[in-house]
């Protein structure tokens, strides 16, 4: 819940009790005080205070209750400070206690952004104590106040780079005091530290340096420092990035130290981190990440489905079931025009001889169903039954060969692909290897720690892949040879940009995934004052659809960058694709035919033998 402090000061006041005694309070209250200022009547302001109220005396120790105790409810807290100038270091010492730090939790405790300060003191050195303090003088709702007998001298918190100004008690109106404790930040002339590595479409960078261990990179672009630029250009601040020099994204070590880009923002070496860094119960620990603006996830990739022959093709317009439909009817049909054949040759009303044998009439139905005419018997028919049937045969034939010419074509066009891989079980049972970048990420601590069986084989079969921020391990997947295991905002662009071509789409993706969906944002140290200031700028760069705008942007510089580089000009994949355009037949789109003429030569000439051996064996007899 947001902080809610409304001050009514009377004109009369006289001492900082008098004071407090006119405030209304919605959250809870933490007063610090010591011997020069009258003890409170927390009866006179309890009641009107929905939280709780925590009163310390710094002179009188214990004070320090616990550290975590001086938060109260921890969050959403109004902290007023008004002890002499000789205890305002004891004051700060015990605020600065409530923070709990070590390598891998950081807690701001009192200090957290969500409190509010009020510093009522006596005099400039106190004021100063205030302003020399690292958390005290920069954090995002607090104030400083000097009572006068008429007046206040107020000085506001660094972060909101305002001057110092004096107010007539009379003319301190709840307005005023809201906007001191409320007021955004003010970010202007500021440098700020940014940690940052290249990965995917969240950060490039043009120009890349490796002296010994140490790789330094500059030209740096990409949706991620498009989104600097413009809130850069909005607040007057200018920015410097600075990569980890483990080139992680942030894990803990077995040092116990968080590593990388997060350990960056959890130890004050960078103000914020950014690329592509995911959300983890870890990182949240020891920075803030306000709102995540993407997500991630593993994926693997496969070499896109084979088209299937089109030697098949022939037989794919009908099912077998319709085949088998198909080959009954037109023997069912022969064997109806023999029987009505023989009917009317013993009415005297007969007909051509050849219409009593069974084969000639399986070559009529045959020939007609596939649309030959055969004159000789059609000519030949003087029953008015037989033409009824036989006309009945030819609406049939009609409507039969009409449909699988239709069909006969698409799948001449399209004949379809085979089956993908699409689940990590058919990746182990196949017969390609498969390959990982290793970033140091939750998801690869899971695979090591996995029992099932999948998991375990993938973890341990694996092919380590170097990063590499042109992905040149996806020529490999796109050449047939192995499956590649990422995350989906690296692969993916890829994919987008070298290896798709209209429809046409050389690696495939498979649709399975089985790791966690995670936010990806930026992470700012736990102290740094702008926080909601980044915050509502994502929020509203989300609403507005710019960050989709971004990286699609970005996606267009990508493919722009490769097509131009020495690797795509030229030999790009996408050039190499077949444009879908019209080509002359070839040898495949017809092999079915030839199948079937081959066949049918086959059969025939075994047919001829078998005639030519039994003749010679009755000959001999």
């Known amino acids: 819940r947001i902080l809610f ?17 006119t405030v209304k309070i919605d959250s809870d209250l933490l007063m610090i005080l010591d011997s020069s200022t009258s003890p409170p009547d927390l009866s006179s302001i309890s009641s009107t205070i929905p939280g709780a109220v925590m009163v310390v005396n710094i002179d009188h120790p214990p004070y320090n209750t616990g550290g975590s105790k001086l938060l109260l409810s921890g969050y959403s807290t109004l902290v007023w400070v008004s002890v002499s100038s000789r205890n305002m270091g004891r004051m700060l010492r015990l605020l600065d206690s409530s923070i709990e730090q070590n390598s891998t939790r950081i807690k701001p405790g009192v200090w957290n952004k969500m409190n509010q300060f009020i510093f009522q003191v006596a005099d400039q050195d106190s004021v100063e104590a205030v302003l020399e303090h690292p958390y005290a003088s920069s954090h995002p709702h607090s104030f400083t106040a000097i009572q006068k007998p008429k007046y206040l001298e107020i000085t506001p918190s660094k972060s909101s780079q305002r001057l110092p100004f004096k107010i007539i008690n009379r003319d301190l109106t709840e307005k005023l005091v809201t906007d001191l404790l409320m007021a955004p930040t003010v970010m202007k002339d500021e440098t700020f530290r940014i940690g940052c590595l290249p990965y995917s479409h969240h950060a490039r960078a043009r120009n890349t340096e490796t002296v010994g261990d140490i790789v330094s990179y500059s030209g740096w672009w990409g949706y991620e420092p498009m989104m600097v630029e413009v809130i850069g250009e909005k607040y007057g601040f200018s920015w410097v990035y600075d990569p980890p020099a483990d080139g992680e994204w942030g894990a803990v070590q077995e040092s ?51 088209e299937i022959s089109k030697a098949t093709s022939p037989i794919k317009p009908f099912t077998q079931t319709m085949w088998l439909l198909v080959i009954v009817t037109v023997l069912v049909f022969a064997g109806s025009l023999v029987v009505m054949a023989t009917i009317t040759q013993k009415m005297g009303k007969g007909e051509d001889d050849g219409w009593m044998h069974f084969s000639n ?76 970048i290793l970033y140091g990420e939750e998801e690869e601590k899971f695979l090591e720690a996995s029992t099932d069986t999948v998991l375990s084989a993938i973890w341990k079969g694996k092919e380590e892949v170097p990063l590499d921020e042109t992905y040149a391990v996806l020529e490999r997947v796109a050449a047939g040879e192995m ?50 200031m980044f915050e509502s700028f994502i929020r509203r760069s989300i609403e507005a659809g710019l960050t989709d705008a971004w990286k699609k942007k970005t996606w267009r510089g990508m493919r722009e960058e490769y097509l131009n580089s020495r690797i795509g000009n030229g030999k790009s994949a996408i050039a190499a694709m077949d444009d879908g355009g019209v080509k002359a037949l070839v040898l495949e789109d017809l092999q079915g035919s030839f199948y079937f003429l081959i066949l049918g030569l086959f059969i025939s000439t075994m047919v001829y033998i078998i005639l030519v051996i039994k003749a010679k064996i009755t000959n001999r007899k």
């Open 5 to 21: 402090c409304v001050l009514f000061f009377q004109a009369a006041a006289a001492n900082s009790m008098g004071l407090l005694s």
């Open 256 to 306: 116990g130290n968080m590593s990388g880009l997060i350990g960056q923002a959890a130890y004050g070496s960078v103000d914020w981190v950014m690329s592509g860094v995911m959300e983890t119960r870890d990182r949240w620990l020891v920075a803030d990440n306000p709102v995540s603006f993407d997500s991630d996830y593993m994926v693997f990739v496969s070499p896109a489905p084979a």
């Open 361 to 436: 009439c399986v070559w009529f139905s045959f020939s007609t169903f596939i649309g030959e005419s055969v004159m000789r018997y059609e000519a030949a028919i003087d029953s008015g039954v037989i033409k009824m049937i036989v006309g009945s045969w030819y609406l049939y034939a009609l409507v039969a060969t009409a449909s699988y010419a239709g069909e006969i074509r698409s799948f001449f066009i399209n004949p379809g692909v085979a089956p993908a891989l699409d689940n990590l079980r058919e990746v182990v049972d196949s017969n390609l290897p498969w390959g990982l």
């Open 483 to 532: 499956v590649f295991i990422d995350y989906k905002n690296g692969v993916i662009p890829q994919i987008e940009i070298k290896y798709t071509k209209g429809n046409k789409v050389l690696i495939h993706t498979a649709s399975q995934r089985w790791t966690k969906f995670s936010g990806i944002g930026w992470y700012f140290n736990k102290f740094f004052p702008h926080t909601e």
